[in-house]
């Protein structure tokens, strides 16, 4: 399978704790994003990544966030002190940089986080 | 008012009915169109890319643009129990910058 690929695929914590996520994208893709969705919403975007610079954060990611991409490959969103409102679907998506004619962002299967 | 609107649905047709799936949106600088598909608990699957206005078709899908109404259409011919899902429709100002999404239009077929 050479689709993305997002892990854990669930889970729970509790308030406070601290979780990360990890995705793997696309091989030959370059560009990386987070996306939130909660129930009936269509997903928010978080953050994106071109190779390992972070290029742009929304204002939907506070401090409490962070996402890295290390060498470029594959990226983990950190939630620190979670709180019961960051109980969502989070998605990771790749695709290739503008330019090459070739389109689209191609979503992983998902986190699903629930704090208790 | 948000910048992409969807209606939420739900949308119930008979399987093979043609079916219409719609978003507006308010910024003039979307240029890219896209639809993906989402099940329940999944995430969600590209269907159809469309860049700026017209039309393009992928067997039963057909998306169409409209910029000068900022209005974009999904079409499903034959449709299928096996399309009941989520619709989501999603814009950016260019191909590979941040996504916008709709709500998403949750699509029953009835066998």
């Known amino acids: 399978d050479t689709g993305v690929s997002q892990d854990p695929r669930h889970k729970i914590t509790k308030r406070g704790q601290n979780v990360t996520f990890r995705c793997d994208p696309i091989?030959?893709?370059?560009?990386l994003y987070w996306y939130r969705q909660t129930l009936g919403q269509g997903p928010e975007f978080l953050t994106y990544f071109q190779n390992e610079a972070q290029l742009e954060k929304s204002r939907l990611l506070s401090d409490r966030f962070s996402a890295e991409r290390p060498k470029g490959s594959f990226s983990t969103l950190e939630i620190q002190r979670t709180e019961q409102g960051d109980s969502a679907m989070y998605l990771c998506a790749s695709s290739l940089e503008e330019g090459t004619g070739k389109y689209g962002q191609y979503f992983g299967p998902g986190t699903r986080l629930t704090v208790t | 008012q948000k910048e992409v609107e969807q209606d939420p649905g739900p949308l119930s047709v008979p399987e093979g009915a043609i079916v219409s799936l719609n978003c507006t949106y308010s910024n003039s600088a979307f240029q890219y169109f896209m639809w993906y598909r989402q099940y329940s608990r999944k995430g969600p699957e590209l269907l159809m890319y469309t860049y700026s206005s017209g039309n393009k078709e992928d067997g039963r899908f057909t998306a169409q643009v409209d910029k000068s109404s900022k209005y974009i259409s999904l079409f499903i011919r034959d449709s299928q129990p096996s399309d009941s899902a989520t619709y989501l429709c999603?814009?950016?100002?260019?191909?590979?910058?941040?996504?916008?999404f709709g709500s998403g239009t949750r699509l029953l077929v009835r066998p």
């Open positions: 091989s030959e893709h370059n560009r």
């Open positions: 999603a814009m950016s100002e260019d191909s590979s910058y941040k996504l916008i």
